[in-house]
Antibody
């Protein structure tokens, strides 16, 4: 069974940094492109970016590229999202998502999500 | 970025009814569209990809159609477990973008 389990969220002050993790199981993590998607409290969905199966390539939403960094450790089957200089508008639930094998079009599995609240 | 306009924003329907949700892209996305279902308090789940391909395990009462800029999700014979928020997502051009969601409730 495919499982994606996010962690690392919580309350963070504006301007701070935060690193989210996503541990994957139930599939060969190193074979799949992975992605992060967030959902605001108002339910708006926003794609953050993705990373190639071997970690050699990343792609980001232009609006987030300068502050967010996606990485992975295939030995640990773990995906990361480093968030820097966070703002109130980054308050959201962050989902780790998987693309189907060999493509980067839609998300066939989603984690349970981790909440991040940016507030002083 | 490609804008995705979803309608209606909310919908109330009776058990057994057929409902349709629309998604309009700001440009031709050549059927590169997915639909997701998000049940209350849960994470989204893939329903349909490439506009009309049903994901494994999804009941056949769900169907997708459309082309160009206009797409729709149809739910036949509405069941209580279909109460959810439904999102469309284009995967034709990065950054991938989502519709605003349709909240489906029972009447």
């Amino acid at each position: 069974e495919v499982q994606l389990v996010e962690s690392g969220g919580g309350l963070v002050q504006p301007g701070a940094s935060l690193k989210l993790s996503c541990v994957a199981s139930g599939f060969t993590f190193s074979d799949y492109w992975m992605s992060w998607v967030r959902q605001t409290p108002g339910k708006t969905m926003e794609w953050i970016g993705d990373i190639k199966y071997d970690g050699s390539y990343t792609n980001y939403a232009p609006s987030l590229k300068n502050r967010f960094t996606i990485s992975r450790d295939n030995a640990k089957s773990t995906l990361y999202l480093q968030m820097s200089n966070v703002r109130s508008e980054d308050t959201a639930t962050y989902y780790c998502t998987r693309y189907p094998m060999g493509i980067t079009d839609y998300f066939d599995y989603w984690g349970q999500g981790v909440m991040v609240t940016v507030s002083s | 970025d490609i804008q995705m306009t979803q309608s209606p924003a909310s919908l109330s329907a009776s058990l057994g009814e057929t409902v349709t949700i629309e998604c309009l892209a700001s440009e031709d996305i050549y059927s590169n569209l997915a639909w997701y279902q998000q049940k209350p308090g849960k994470s989204p789940q893939l329903l349909i990809y490439y506009a009309n391909s049903l994901n494994d395990g999804v009941p056949s009462r769900f169907s997708g159609s459309g082309s160009g800029t206009q797409y729709s999700l149809k739910i036949n014979s509405l069941q209580s477990e279909d109460v959810s928020i439904y999102f469309c997502q284009q995967n034709y051009d990065s950054p991938w973008t989502f519709g605003g969601g349709t909240k489906l409730e029972l009447k």
